[in-house]
T-cell receptor, first 114, second 114 residues
Framework: DGGITQSPKYLFRKEGQNVTLSCEQNLNHDAMYWYRQDPGQGLRLIYYSQIVNDFQKGDIAEGYSVSREKKESFPLTVTSAQKNPTAFYLC?????????????FGQGTRLTVV | ELKVEQNPLFLSMQEGKNYTIYCNYSTTSDRLYWYRQDPGKSLESLFVLLSNGAVKQEGRLMASLDTKARLSTLHITAAVHDLSATYFCAVDPSGNFGNEKLTFGTGTRLTIIP
């Protein structure tokens, strides 16, 4: 079955540690995205990538890093520079087919700083 | 800076009633998306609206888009408990297909009361 897989589902991080969230898709989509969601709020864009080996900062990129070495994979690293990393992280991918286009989301990773 | 505003933010309604959620956005865009999110879950795509005057319906939900007014509506008809969720609209102002740099509204938390 085609889809987007995020892992782990839950992640605990000690202060000062870097952690990496995984996002894999087998939909053959070119574009991939990372969003952050805080309780009771909408989604904010962290980073996005339109093509392999290229990515751009979103609205809240500080304290995060990404890589896009393969089309299928877009991992997000939450660095120690991110002062408030506790949140729900969602990965998405998208493609245009004919006149229609939409983004598909993974199941999310809930990150908690302990 | 693109702003996407939804109202109301919270909505409690009785089963069987009708109601409308509004999504206003601040810049030109002819593509708007509606998503549903259940608590602790990822986002589920509901509608993709790609042109002015677009109307789409699925079950008790109907979405429309007025690009001139920069307004989309999500209308709920004869609400049932299963529709309880948070609904997000999202706008892509880039105009570049395959680059869905979506900006999300803050969401409308809908609770259907028996």
């Amino acid at each position: 079955d085609g889809g987007i897989t995020q892992s782990p589902k839950y992640l605990f991080r000690k202060e000062g540690q870097n952690v990496t969230l995984s996002c894999e898709q087998n939909l053959n989509h070119d574009a991939m995205y990372w969003y952050r969601q805080d309780p009771g709020q909408g989604l904010r864009l962290i980073y996005y990538s339109q093509i392999v080996n290229d990515f751009q900062k979103g609205d809240i990129a500080e304290g995060y890093s990404v890589s896009r070495e393969k089309k299928e994979s877009f991992p997000l690293t939450v660095t120690s520079a991110q002062k408030n990393p506790t949140a729900f992280y969602l990965c998405a991918s998208s493609i245009r087919l004919g006149g229609n286009t939409e983004a598909f989301f993974g199941q999310g990773t809930r990150l908690t700083v302990v | 800076e693109l702003k996407v505003e939804q109202n109301p933010l919270f909505l409690s309604m009785q089963e069987g009633k009708n109601y409308t959620i509004y999504c206003n956005y601040s810049t030109t865009s002819d593509r708007l998306y509606w998503y549903r999110q259940d608590p602790g879950k990822s986002l589920e795509s509901l509608f993709v609206l790609l042109s002015n005057g677009a109307v789409k319906q699925e079950g008790r939900l109907m979405a429309s888009l007025d690009t001139k007014a920069r307004l989309s509506t999500l209308h709920i008809t004869a609400a049932v408990h299963d529709l309880s969720a948070t609904y997000f609209c999202a706008v892509d102002p880039s105009g570049n297909f395959g680059n869905e740099k979506l900006t999300f509204g803050t969401g409308t938390r809908l609770t259907i009361i028996p």
